[in-house]
């Protein structure tokens, strides 16, 4: 699961204990001659002199002796002087996911996200409102990195008018019903979902008083936190069953993303 509710900047001496292979000085022996190895802490130093340190970090589990230290990794960055300002305090501070590896199969790809002050919830943002952005290994430069973080930074307020579209769109029962349902089938998929019996009155109800009410902002949320958190029960056959928390990171990141897609579709 993705820590996004850290409040606490990281030191390098963190970061090292939470993911080793950020801090690896050479790639695998398995890359191309074409490959330039580019540290991931190269990018901690210019992320910081742009105003971005960190709050998060972690790596995937290595499954052979050969990939050890050279695994992919996550880093996720905030900028203490970025926050959005939201209704009734619910403020969120924009965050970015940095993802890599040094065994060449991975660029620096960076991902947006948010970080909710009113329930310290983390979000991934959708596709369709930021890409991808990737930089490769080869000619890694920190004007490229500064551009491209800039444009990010620019497209922010795309973000502020979605959160103000789903605070204002209202949404009734059967809205919220179906929405909750598409949203197990991001986290189960549409086979495992058809065993299933959930109680989708209960996935929808909030756990905070910041989250009662009928607008689509507050809905997502609550099903959002749920489902990342394991948050909910449901049956399989006759047995009940607590869900798990999600904690691969890219599964958090990609059922994130798909979740914050699916709450697009109300005010598009």
Not at 119 to 147: A, D, M, P, W
């Amino acid at each position: 699961m993705l820590d996004l509710k850290n409040k606490d900047f990281l030191s390098k001496e963190n970061v090292k204990s939470l993911a080793p292979s950020i801090f690896t000085e050479n790639a695998s022996l398995e890359v191309s001659d074409k490959y330039t190895h580019i540290p991931t802490s190269v990018v901690i130093d210019d992320m910081e002199k742009l105003g971005w340190k960190i709050v998060d970090a972690k790596q995937v589990k290595a499954r052979k002796t050969t990939t050890r230290g050279f695994q992919k990794h996550l880093i996720v960055f905030r900028n203490p002087d970025i926050m959005i300002n939201g209704k009734d305090g619910d403020d969120v501070f924009p965050q970015i996911l940095l993802t890599n590896s040094h065994d060449g199969k991975n660029a620096f790809t960076f991902t947006a996200g948010m970080f909710r002050m009113v329930c310290e919830n983390g979000l991934v943002v959708s596709t369709k409102e930021f890409e991808n952005v990737k930089i490769r290994h080869i000619g890694y430069t920190f004007k490229e990195l500064q551009e491209q973080i800039h444009e990010m930074v620019e497209r922010l307020p795309l973000t502020i008018e979605s959160m103000n579209k789903m605070i204002q769109r209202e949404m009734n029962e059967k809205e919220t019903l179906e929405l909750a349902e598409e949203a197990i089938k991001v986290r189960f998929g549409e086979t495992d979902i058809k065993h299933i019996k959930i109680d989708f009155n209960e996935l929808i109800q909030p756990t905070r008083k910041e989250d009662e009410g009928n607008d689509l902002w507050s809905i997502f949320n609550v099903i959002q936190e749920k489902i990342i958190n394991g948050m909910f029960e449901y049956t399989v056959g006759k047995n009940p069953r607590k869900a798990r928390q999600i904690k691969n990171f890219n599964q958090d990141i990609k059922i994130n993303r798909e979740l914050f897609d699916l709450a697009l579709n109300y005010i598009s």
